[in-house]
């Protein structure tokens, strides 16, 4: 957020808004220690809408929408450190392109999900979220990792079953060394799956209904 703020200060004054979505089923209490300090607006999207309506699978991302409402960049992965993506965004607010299209490896997904278990995928989630928000922890997790199972490309799902799992490596701060180092634990396990009659069972989650 610090690094935003800093891009806003530059900007704000040249017809730009920033509007930061933050994606946390838990609402917005997660997430205002992290917009301390800013002067732009921070929205909750905790029921994943826009990453669902433009397929993103992991954060951040960045959408710049000119003032007719035109998407003039979209991309997954957008970065506030990485120099290409934010000398494009520059271009576009000083109106030197109409349009920017990245197409940079920051993220590649190893699988493309079919539309019925992204579909399915997505309901998990909604209502693993839904048992979430009514307390219902085990049966949250549940529908999580289910739902991961069908996109284990998905890093927002994945980032959703940690933070129940491990809310201490989120707060006060987030511990991004353990995301990473459970993201490798985690896909070793995965590329041991199990199949067999009843599904693919991952380790360590629970077993296909």
Same mark, same amino acid.
């Given at each position: 957020?610090?690094?935003?703020? !800093? #891009?806003?200060?530059?900007?704000? !004054?040249? !017809? +730009?808004?920033?509007?930061?979505?933050?994606? %946390?089923?838990?609402?917005?209490?997660?997430? /205002?220690?992290?917009?301390? &300090?800013?002067?732009?607006?921070?929205?909750? %999207?905790?029921?994943?809408?826009? $990453?669902?309506?433009?397929? #993103? =699978?992991?954060?951040?991302? &960045?959408?710049?929408?000119?003032?007719?409402?035109?998407?003039?960049?979209? =991309?997954?992965?957008?970065?506030?450190?990485?120099?290409?993506?934010?000398? $494009?965004?520059?271009?576009?607010?000083?109106? /030197?392109?109409? @349009?920017?299209?990245? %197409?940079?490896?920051?993220? *590649?997904? /190893?699988? =493309?999900?079919?539309?019925?278990?992204?579909?399915? *995928?997505?309901?998990?989630?909604?209502? &693993?979220?839904?048992? $979430? =928000?009514?307390?219902?922890?085990?049966?949250?997790?549940?529908?999580?990792?289910?739902?991961?199972?069908?996109?284990? %490309?998905? #890093?927002?799902?994945?980032?959703?079953?940690?933070?129940?799992? +491990?809310?201490?490596? #989120? $707060?006060?701060?987030?511990?991004?060394?353990?995301?990473? /180092?459970?993201?490798?634990?985690?896909?070793?396990?995965? *590329? @041991?799956?199990?199949?067999?009659?009843?599904?693919?069972?991952?380790?360590?989650?629970?077993?296909?209904?």
């Amino acid at each position: 957020m610090p690094g935003w703020q !800093d #891009f806003y200060n530059e900007y704000k !004054d040249q !017809d +730009f808004e920033l509007l930061s979505v933050s994606v %946390d089923i838990q609402g917005p209490e997660v997430c /205002k220690p992290y917009t301390e &300090g800013t002067s732009f607006t921070t929205v909750v %999207d905790s029921e994943n809408e826009l $990453a669902n309506f433009f397929g #993103f =699978k992991i954060v951040p991302n &960045g959408i710049f929408i000119d003032k007719e409402g035109t998407i003039r960049l979209l =991309k997954q992965g957008f970065h506030v450190t990485n120099n290409d993506h934010i000398h $494009a965004l520059k271009n576009l607010i000083e109106g /030197k392109v109409e @349009q920017v299209l990245l %197409d940079d490896e920051y993220y *590649s997904p /190893k699988t =493309k999900v079919i539309s019925i278990e992204k579909q399915l *995928s997505e309901t998990k989630f909604r209502l &693993g979220m839904e048992y $979430a =928000k009514s307390g219902k922890i085990e049966e949250a997790l549940n529908e999580l990792d289910q739902a991961l199972q069908l996109d284990t %490309d998905n #890093f927002l799902i994945r980032k959703q079953r940690w933070y129940i799992r +491990f809310p201490e490596k #989120f $707060a006060p701060t987030i511990d991004i060394e353990w995301q990473q /180092k459970q993201l490798e634990k985690e896909r070793a396990e995965e *590329s @041991q799956v199990d199949c067999g009659p009843e599904g693919c069972i991952i380790p360590g989650t629970t077993k296909n209904q």
